[in-house]
């Protein structure tokens, strides 16, 4: 089924340590997301990545880093966990072909620093 | 800057017709978007205006006004299955979306 693919689904982490997670898509989207969705908050956006090879930083960048070595891969470090890195997490991508903001999401990775 | 304002949460009866509002404040205007997110799941797409007017599609309509900064999406004929937050975005300088905080719409037998 042609789609996003995240993991972990869910992740109770330690505070200092190092997290990874992943994002694939098999739609071939040139664009590439990641967002933090929290309670009473709307969306916002930590990085993106326009084309493989190239990122940038959204709204919340701290903290986090990506990669985008390939079209499929997009995946999302952060590097020293803190607590109010407690969210869940959506990937998405979109292409020009459909809408450049007409975005498809992953299911969401829901993280839990202590 | 950049602002988005929605209702927090609505109540509305099965059968009935709803209209959940937007209003938004941007530099500039690339079009307005409205997701739909049911609990525990992710946004999906739902429509996008980018000229003033009514949008209909099928049992969903979207409506802007630019010179307003006002949005609106209007539901038809509600079943239960539409329970979900709906979630209204708009791109910012960078054709980023800016999301508002979502309005969870709560429909009643």
């Known amino acids: 089924i042609a789609g996003i693919t995240q993991a972990p689904t869910s992740q109770i982490l330690a505070a200092g340590r190092r997290m990874t997670l992943r994002c694939t898509q098999d739609?071939?989207?040139?664009?590439m997301y990641w967002y933090r969705q929290d309670l009473g908050l709307g969306l916002r956006l930590i990085h993106y990545s326009n084309t493989a090879g190239t990122t940038g930083k959204g709204e919340v960048p701290d903290g986090y880093s990506v990669s985008r070595a390939n079209t499929d891969d997009f995946p999302l470090t952060l590097a020293s966990a803190v607590p109010s890195q407690t969210s869940v997490y959506f990937c998405a991508s979109s292409d020009e072909a459909t809408g450049a903001n007409v975005l498809t999401f992953g299911a969401g990775s829901r993280l839990t620093v202590l | 800057g950049q602002n988005i304002d929605q209702p927090t949460e609505m109540t509305a009866t099965e059968g009935a017709i709803v209209q959940i509002n937007c209003t938004y404040q941007?530099?500039?205007?690339?079009?307005l978007f409205w997701y739909q997110q049911h609990a525990g799941e992710a946004p999906t797409f739902l429509s996008y205006n980018v000229l003033d007017g009514l949008e209909e599609k099928g049992r969903f309509s979207s409506f802007l006004s630019r010179s307003k900064g006002y949005s609106y999406l209007l539901l038809k004929e509600l079943q239960m299955k539409d329970s979900a937050s709906y979630l209204c975005?708009?791109?910012?300088?960078?054709?980023?979306?800016?999301w508002g905080a979502g309005t969870k719409l709560i429909i009643k037998p």
């Open positions: 975005a708009v791109p910012d300088s960078n054709y980023q979306l800016i």
């Open positions: 739609m071939r989207h040139n664009a």
């Open positions: 941007t530099s500039g205007f690339n079009g």
